[in-house]
């Protein structure tokens, strides 16, 4: 009992100490301008005001930015669920030729930075016209190593019995796939699909790479460019992280149950 406590009281401590900075966070960007370059820096605002949010969304036409990465990070999602759970599928449970060792190739390279791989996918995205276009910003979304083993992991623990038995029922492939594979795979489909919206929407280098036009930019990267120009607006500079943490962590609360599950049991199944 008293380790317990023990335990459940220091990773309370912990999650206090993980909470306190996105408190002080929330609470600078609802202070005045200048408040936060006080010293000390004030804990909360005197009178709180939306007035930096109001200059965000107002003069730095900041629901662009949030709806491009909004967008994209959308069909990110559905993308690498597309091809992410056909390709773990195919490696888990169907035959064909070098399967193994194609798998084992592509568990080798998860060790390749993925800064390293850029410079060949900005080439490849030239040659193929993508280059300032949204299209180009969603190729390396289309499929990850680390999504296809998920999936081929959690594949694993469908039995090939139930599948056979299909098969001799006269079921198609895509039958089998949409109303066999699909329903079994639902936690870990839930787990890729917030790995997938939160790697879209945070991602700053590549956006910065693939694209050119001011009006194209992703959140993170037009927030980069506003700190170049309002590094002394401290209030504003929290207002424009809140608005893109905020997002992200409401979807990661309401599905983290979800989340985890599908980790675990990924981890353990096959």
């Not at 009281?9 to 006080?38: I, Y």
């Not at 804990?43 to 709806?67: E, G, I, K, Q, V």
């Not at 084992?104 to 300032?132: D, H, S, T, W, Y």
């Not at 424009?240 to 149950?257: E, I, K, N, S």
Request: glycine share 6%.
């Amino acid at each position: 009992m008293k380790r317990a406590v023990a335990v459940n009281g220091l990773l309370a401590l912990l999650a206090l100490v993980t909470l306190v900075p996105l408190a002080w966070m929330v609470s600078v960007s609802l202070m005045a301008p200048g408040d936060a370059a006080h010293t000390p820096p004030p804990l909360l605002p005197d009178h709180a005001t939306f007035t930096n949010y109001t200059m965000l969304f107002a003069r730095l036409d900041m629901a662009r930015y949030f709806a491009n990465s909004l967008a994209l990070a959308i069909l990110a999602t559905l993308l690498s669920l597309t091809f992410n759970v056909t390709a773990g599928y195919a490696f888990a449970k169907l035959h064909f030729r070098g399967r193994d060792r194609l798998f084992r190739l592509l568990i080798a390279a998860l060790v390749i930075p993925a800064q390293v791989a850029m410079i060949p996918l900005f080439l490849l995205c030239k040659e193929l016209g993508l280059v300032n276009s949204f299209a180009g910003v969603l190729a390396p979304n289309l499929a990850t190593i680390f999504g296809i083993f998920l999936v081929r992991q959690y594949a694993l623990s469908i039995p090939d019995e139930m599948l056979e038995a299909a098969r001799v029922d006269g079921a198609g492939e895509w039958r089998i796939f949409g109303h066999i594979v699909l329903p079994g795979l639902a936690p870990i489909l839930i787990t890729l699909a917030i790995i997938a919206f939160l790697t879209s929407w945070s991602d700053f280098l590549w956006p910065l790479i693939i694209l050119n036009d001011a009006d194209k930019q992703t959140l993170p990267v037009a927030l980069a460019g506003l700190a170049r120009e309002h590094v002394q607006d401290i209030e504003l500079m929290m207002a424009g992280a809140v608005v893109t943490l905020v997002p992200v962590l409401l979807l990661f609360l309401a599905l983290q149950r979800f989340y985890v599950r599908g980790l675990l049991a990924g981890s353990v199944k096959g």
